[in-house]
């Protein structure tokens, strides 16, 4: 403990160190947590999708307007987006309506 008003070299080095060190293992310790609650959410998402029934998709795609390029890369993004997020290709479904929220 620090008694005087003068801290020594080697009591210095020991309290940065030691402050590195609780830093450095509450990182890897939380970097633990999120990579096993990402697992167990994972796994939790693919039980749920799999028990419910697959849904029908649409023989009609969304036809997208040939004068409005933004609209079309909004429609790509968004489509690459959900594709991404459901780890299927984007022939597996198909997006039908999009509102702004």
């Known amino acids: 403990m620090i008694t005087t008003e003068y801290i020594g070299f080697l009591e210095s080095l020991f ?8 830093v450095f293992m509450s990182l890897v310790f939380l970097a633990i947590f999120v990579m096993i609650v990402s697992k167990v959410i994972g796994s939790l ?3 749920l999708l799999d ?7 649409l023989t ?7 004068k409005d390029n933004k609209e079309a890369l909004k429609i ?23 509102q702004k929220i």
Do not use: C, H, Q, Y
Not at 51 to 57: D, G, L, M, T
Not at 76 to 98: C, G, L, M, Q, Y
């Open 76 to 98: 790509a993004v968004i489509t690459a987006a959900i594709s991404e997020e459901r780890r299927e290709p984007v022939d597996r479904f198909v997006i039908t309506n999009i």
């Open 51 to 57: 028990k419910k029934s697959e849904a029908k998709v």
């Open 60 to 66: 009609k795609p969304v036809e997208v307007p040939k």
């Open 45 to 47: 998402e693919k039980t």
């Open 15 to 22: 309290t940065s160190i030691l402050g590195m060190a609780i």
